[in-house]
T-cell receptor, first 116, second 112 residues
Framework: EAGVAQSPRYKIIEKRQSVAFWCNPI?????LYWYQQILGQGPKLLIQ????????DSQLPKDRFSAERLKGVDSTLKIQPAKLEDSAVYLC??????????????FGPGTRLTVL | GQSLEQPSEVTAVEGAIVQINCTYQ??????LSWYQQHDGGAPTFLSY????GLEETGRFSSFLSRSDSYGYLLLQELQMKDSASYFC?????????????FGKGTRLSVIA
């Protein structure tokens, strides 16, 4: 079974530039998550999709971050404009069902973003 | 709000047993999960506890005490490949109003 795919793996941009990340979840997984992981910290949930609808985006900085999951499969996360503090690894995860209590999340390899 | 506390670093000898503790403060609580993350890698799921007691999966076990807002991950027969960061994560509720919250992680170093 193929895992969660993410691209690019690495990205370096100047502050105030825009950047986009792509995620393709495990086939058949209805729920998709985007996390931000700053060095030395745990992942922080940015947004959760159930199929193509948003379930939770309470921690997404909506003035600069946006995400979409058209057709309920792959997803893109965009930052516009980027700030220095956005330097982090952006992780995508998927799970089979919405029940977060018992459902395992499968993580992709992440995109390491460096903002200069 | 929700917060989790776990030690930042732990060092243990190969073949030994190590326990990584996690205490939490949450407005709601449904379950506690543990994830492992090697340097440069993605987090991988280890275990989940919703009820008090011990869950065992091979060399790894996880314990939960809901009354004490406390859990731990127990790693037995440590191997060098167990050197990684370990995160506890709390699920506050099932409504979608409370996101899954991760602790800051415990970096485990296994030495010979």
């Amino acid at each position: 079974e193929a895992g969660v795919a993410q691209s690019p793996r690495y990205k370096i941009i100047e502050k105030r530039q825009s950047v986009a990340f792509w995620c393709n979840p495990i086939s058949g997984h209805a729920t998709l998550y985007w996390y931000q992981q700053i060095l030395g910290q745990g992942p922080k949930l940015l947004i959760q999709f159930q199929n193509n609808g948003v379930v939770d985006d309470s921690q997404l900085p909506k003035d600069r971050f946006s995400a979409e999951r058209l057709k309920g499969v792959d997803s893109t996360l965009k930052i516009q404009p980027a700030k220095l503090e956005d330097s982090a690894v952006y992780l995508c995860a998927s799970s089979l069902v919405e029940d977060r209590a018992s459902d395992t999340q499968y993580f992709g390899p992440g995109t390491r973003l460096t903002v200069l | 709000g929700q917060s989790l506390e776990q030690p930042s670093e732990v060092t243990a000898v190969e073949g030994a047993i190590v326990q990584i503790n996690c205490t939490y403060q949450t407005s709601g609580f449904y379950g506690l999960s543990w994830y492992q993350q090697h340097d440069g890698g993605a987090p991988t799921f280890l275990s989940y506890n919703a009820l008090d007691g011990l869950e065992e999966t091979g060399r790894f076990s996880s314990f939960l005490s809901r009354s004490d807002s406390y859990g731990y991950l127990l790693l037995q027969e440590l191997q060098m490949k167990d050197s990684a960061s370990y995160f506890c994560a709390v699920i506050g509720d099932l409504s979608g109003n409370t996101p899954l919250v991760f602790g800051k992680g415990t970096r485990l170093s296994v030495i010979a």
